[in-house]
């Protein structure tokens, strides 16, 4: 290009054009940014702007906390505690002023252990514990002790082998679920004391067993501890069946003697009646009254006996009548029977008066006669 070319400055300065001096357009902010930093070429100015502003955004970076759901921030003040945060944007003063520290306050943590614990019988049992637990106090899980994990382990341990020793072999084989309840009541009440900051969620003992050398006599007693639950079982099943069929026959039993009574009752009230309308009538006509109750009688004892026709006092016939619904008595062999071995003999009239006759003796007067007379 040559010196004097129009539209040049000779004198050595700027050669741009007045259109892009003026910051259009991209090179407009390019210019606006790097006249803010003093240019690329470096100098006093410019290195103290560049400090500044690092020195700003670590500043608003460093005053601000962001303090998530499952957190929360414990602030230390020149080391000494603050305050804590909740979940949600914070800002503090910045470091070394205060210093946020911040933990999971929703995490469930888990201790498991198996040890050996002598029982108030002198037996020394194998017990597997699980606990778990969560930070329900940040202030006191940083500040209340000197490590809260730990102290929690080592109190579990502690009470855990002050339950068992308090408690026979057989509670702890098969009861666990009483002792491991007062266990986490007694965890709970230790870690508060110690002031930990942790709250116990849970606390098990899943597992309970003897030692290796004496685990088959230990097996024994378990099996003979089920097949005694199994056979209280079947009892009580028994039981449930066996019970309701007697009060249900204890009840038909009842029931059939309470019908009983009432009938008998009703039957004799009624034959009081009868008897009495019977005296009634017997008063009013004694003669009539007589011969009907005779007649009744009679009609009634015939009707329950066989009956036997004669026709004079040698020839006797049998002629079997069963009652309605009776079974026909079975044929003999022969087919016929002689009278004498269906009906004993039936002596007339006359022949009583001949035998009295003889022996000297009145004869006996017969039924109708004597009702008569």
């Known amino acids: 290009m040559a010196w004097n070319t129009p539209g ?6 700027d050669r741009r054009s007045p259109r892009r001096r003026g910051g259009g357009g991209l090179d407009g902010v ?5 006249g803010l930093f003093g240019g690329l070429g470096g100098g006093g100015n410019g290195i103290l702007r560049w400090v500044g502003i690092v020195f700003a955004l670590w500043l608003a970076f460093n005053c601000f906390v962001l303090v998530t759901e499952q957190e929360r921030g414990v602030v230390l003040r020149f080391g000494q505690f603050s305050r804590v945060l909740q979940p949600g944007p914070h800002f503090k003063a910045p470091w070394p002023i205060e210093r946020v520290t911040k933990l999971n306050a929703t995490q469930i943590k888990t201790f498991s252990d198996n040890v050996p614990v002598l029982t108030a019988d002198e037996n020394i049992v194998f017990v597997e514990i699980n606990v778990q637990y969560r930070v329900s106090d940040p202030k006191l899980y940083l500040f209340g002790t000197r490590d809260g994990d730990q102290m929690l382990q080592q109190a579990a341990l502690s009470t855990v082998r002050e339950q068992v020793g308090r408690s026979t072999l057989d509670t702890v084989l098969g009861a666990r679920n009483a002792l491991a309840v007062s ?18 969620t849970e606390l098990n003992l899943p597992n309970a067993r003897p030692p290796e050398e004496v685990k088959p006599a230990f097996d024994d007693v378990n099996s003979a501890q089920q097949d005694k639950d199994r056979l209280i079982s079947e009892a009580r099943a028994y039981a449930a069946q066996v019970v309701p069929e007697a009060r ?14 009432t009938a008998a009752i009703a039957r004799a009230q009624g034959d ?5 309308l019977l005296v009634d009538q017997y008063k009013a006509a004694p003669e009539v009254t007589r011969k009907r109750l005779w007649l009744e009688t009679l009609q009634q004892v015939l009707a329950d006996n066989r009956k036997i026709v004669g026709g004079d006092s040698r020839q006797l016939l049998y002629v079997p009548m069963p009652e309605k619904g009776a079974a026909r008595p079975a044929a003999s062999a022969s087919g016929i029977l002689a009278p004498e071995a269906l009906a004993p003999a039936i002596t007339t009239i006359e022949q009583q008066a001949q035998e009295s ?3 000297g003796r009145a004869p006996r007067p017969a039924g109708r006669e004597e009702v008569e007379r």
């Not at 040049?8 to 300065?13: C, E, H, P, R």
């Not at 266990?183 to 116990?200: H, I, M, N, P």
């Open 248 to 261: 249900g026959q204890a009840a038909r039993v009842r029931t059939v003697s309470q019908g009983y009574r």
């Open 357 to 359: 006759a003889r022996s």
């Open 183 to 200: 266990a986490r009541e007694q965890l709970q009440k230790s870690l508060a004391a110690y002031r930990t900051g942790l709250d116990v």
């Open 8 to 13: 040049s400055d000779n004198s050595g300065g």
């Open 30 to 34: 390019i210019d606006s940014i790097r």
């Open 272 to 276: 009081a009646d009868r008897f009495s």
